[in-house]
Structure formats: C-alpha cells, structure tokens
C-alpha cells in the first residue's frame, strides 16, 4: 500500500504545512444490520417436549419446552429445519419459515406429536 501526502497550508501568510497521509484507492464499507428472523414454538401438549431445529439438516440443537409455554428462538436465516421424535423413535421433520409461530400438538389422527403453524 503507498502513501500520499496532501500539503495544507494553515494560511496564506505561512508557508508551514501539514502532512497527511491517504490511502490510494481506499474502500468505505458501510455495515448493513444482521437480519434475525424469529421463530416462535408454543408447547399445547400436557408435558415437556424435546424438539430440535437446525440449519442444514445435519448438525442439529436441541430444546426444552415445558408444556402450555412458548419459546423465540432468534436465527439469521429465514428458514430452519424442525424435528420432533414420537413416542415410536420416529421423527417428524419440516422446514419452518422464520417470524411465525407454531404450535407443538398430539394429533390423533397420527398418533403422535405434531407442528401446526399459525
């Protein structure tokens, strides 16, 4: 990188100058704000409910959520995977859109528990 100096004259009766140095083709970045995308997952069962989301399917985080309560999760991405196990070591597995909420249920028609979106 080379520097270049600008003499500044202090006035037109000094002959002193000041020397600053600037960057040849220098880049300004502005930084844009982090979008977050909030996932909210309400619990309608009447127990505790392990479910796991993640980004790419393959590394997933898991969570707790006590019955008749709500949980936001906070991501940069404005989709996530969703999966909840049964009872029969089976998965339910969705692709949830960030800013809605959903709903953790047992659907009968399924046996089993569920994700309904609002």
Aim: proline content about 4%.
């Amino acid at each position: 990188m080379q520097n270049y100096f600008l003499p500044i004259f202090i006035s037109a009766m000094a002959v002193s100058s000041f020397v600053i140095p600037i960057r040849k083709n220098a880049v300004t970045r502005t930084l844009s704000p982090k979008l977050e995308y909030l996932y909210t997952i309400g619990n309608g069962t009447d127990r505790a409910i392990n479910f796991y989301m993640s980004t790419d399917s393959i590394n997933w985080q898991q969570f707790t959520l006590e019955n008749n309560f709500q949980k936001k999760i906070s991501y940069p991405q404005e989709t996530m995977f969703f999966k909840i196990y049964s009872s029969h070591a089976d998965f339910l597995c969705y692709n949830i859109t960030g800013n809605t909420v959903y709903k953790i249920y047992y659907n009968p028609a399924i046996n089993r528990f569920d994700l309904l979106k609002y």
